[in-house]
């Protein structure tokens, strides 16, 4: 067996050990740190592994199935205790065949490498048409004002809209074909099983003539009027990785293309920046519709020069935020280029954190803000704690149960929220169940 970023040999203590326990100031506390089992004599947290493709590799029968036909070896991945499955790249074309994830339509799944850095990748086959005009109707016939179609917002504060994002948006949160692509996603990225806590709602997103967005990152700069630890190096959550999906068609010369500005293009005879802004503006129609050095024009040229994807129906990609070690990846800075004809963009993301988000009672706070509540998540969670009923403990984590119990028809189909956040399906006979603390 080949173990890939181990460090020194199983046994040896030092590096293997360091790799796989960051210590409780870099470990992120997930929901099944408590199952966690310290290694005997060393006293330190386990690695989890899996294939390359993201199989988690929890037994010796499944270290057997991960063999490849013809092969004296198997490639395992191990990943540090807190910390998530990547995808790991070695240069661009490189493929990985994901027939573990189940598809819609029972097609072959698989991604291809579209840079190594920022690691960005096409998930041929992720998704169907049919799913595509679903999420569309439902986002056009949305009536909730915090879900439906409007202006799009930036940050982590509330609504707040920005003059360099033009774009319009909606949330499917709970909707069949919602739940479907982010159950699927989760596949995808080998975080089994799907947790609400770790996904945000499905934004959908649409672009007409000269809206955009400036390059940006996902990952949510730390807000000093929240609570919320957003500091992923550490023990924070942050957004970890997103897939794009696309509902329409366009051409290169259509703009509306994703760019990623620190990329390099796939396209031999792309110009550079300068020269991309020249043709920009002896073009009569296009320079036209910006105005000289404005953020839209200097985008276009990006656009044309950098690595960039154009819509295509039902075709999705993947790209990381953060590094494995969970520093930010100021790499994937990204953006929606601006589109260049009558004619309208639809596209979606799906945002998966690294540990429970913000808006979620497990969600990590700031030492400065919450210490005593990280340490009760901390203590709790330990895989040494004793029995959290304890009487000992009766002031510390609250367990909360939500029911429906079937008798008041408004109620048939609800579905639960924090504010706006989807927290599940509470229909007839359904319960839902959460950690809290006191004060929550």
């Known amino acids: 067996v080949k173990t890939a970023g181990c460090g020194t040999v199983v046994g040896e203590k030092g ?13 992120p506390i997930q929901h099944d740190h408590s199952l966690l089992v310290r290694v005997p004599s060393y006293n330190t947290l386990p690695c989890s592994y899996f294939t390359r493709e993201g199989v988690r590799i929890d037994s010796f029968e499944s270290l057997a199935r991960a063999k ?17 499955f990547m995808f790991a790249p070695k240069f661009v074309g490189e493929e990985f065949d994901l027939s573990h994830v189940s598809h819609p339509e029972n097609k072959r799944i698989y991604l291809e ?29 949305q009536q909730s004002e915090s879900h439906k179609l409007k202006r799009s917002s930036t940050g982590a504060n509330g609504y707040s809209v920005s003059s360099t994002r033009t774009s319009e948006n909606a949330f499917d949160t709970h909707s069949k074909s919602a739940k479907d692509l982010k159950e ?38 730390p807000s000093p009027q929240l609570e919320h630890d957003f500091i992923t190096s550490g023990t924070g959550s942050n957004r970890f990785a997103t897939i794009l999906l696309y509902m329409t068609d366009f051409e290169k010369v259509e703009g509306g293309e994703t760019v990623f500005v620190k990329g390099a293009s796939l396209d031999p005879e792309a110009p550079s920046k300068e020269k991309a802004l020249a043709d920009l503006r002896a073009d009569e129609r296009l320079s036209g519709l910006f105005k000289r050095d404005s953020w839209e024009e200097k985008m276009v040229s990006q656009c044309k020069s950098a690595l960039s994807v154009s819509p295509k129906r039902a075709k999705s990609v993947l790209f990381y935020s953060q590094h494995p070690d969970g520093r930010k990846d100021e790499a994937s800075l990204h953006g929606g280029c601006p589109v260049l004809v009558e004619k309208q963009k639809w596209a979606a993301n799906l945002w998966v954190w690294n540990a429970p ?33 304890a009487a000992n403990q009766k002031d ?8 429906n119990r079937g008798g008041d028809p408004t109620f048939k189909d609800a579905v639960l ?24």
């Open 184 to 221: 699927r996603c989760f596949d995808v990225l080998g975080i089994r099983p799907y947790r609400e806590s770790l996904a945000d709602g499905l934004q959908v997103l649409r672009y007409n003539i000269t809206t955009a967005y400036i390059p940006h990152l996902d990952w949510i700069d």
């Open 357 to 389: 988000r913000l808006g979620y009672p497990e969600a990590p706070v700031k030492l400065d803000k919450g210490n005593s509540k990280n340490k009760q998540r901390r203590k709790k969670n330990s895989s040494e704690q004793a029995d959290p009923r």
């Open 113 to 141: 490498t579209l840079s190594v850095s920022p690691r960005v990748f096409d998930i041929h086959g992720f998704f169907v048409d049919s799913e595509a005009d679903d999420i569309v109707e439902r986002a056009l016939a």
């Open 15 to 27: 590096g293997f050990d360091n790799f796989c326990d960051m210590g409780k100031l870099k470990t």
């Open 417 to 440: 929220h924090y504010e706006d956040t989807f927290w599940g399906n509470l229909g007839y006979s359904q319960q839902h169940s959460v950690n809290s603390f006191e004060g929550h």
């Open 68 to 84: 490849k036909e013809g092969e004296d070896n198997v490639n395992v991945y191990a990943v540090p205790a807190g910390r998530l």
């Open 396 to 403: 510390e984590q609250k367990h909360v149960t939500f029911k």
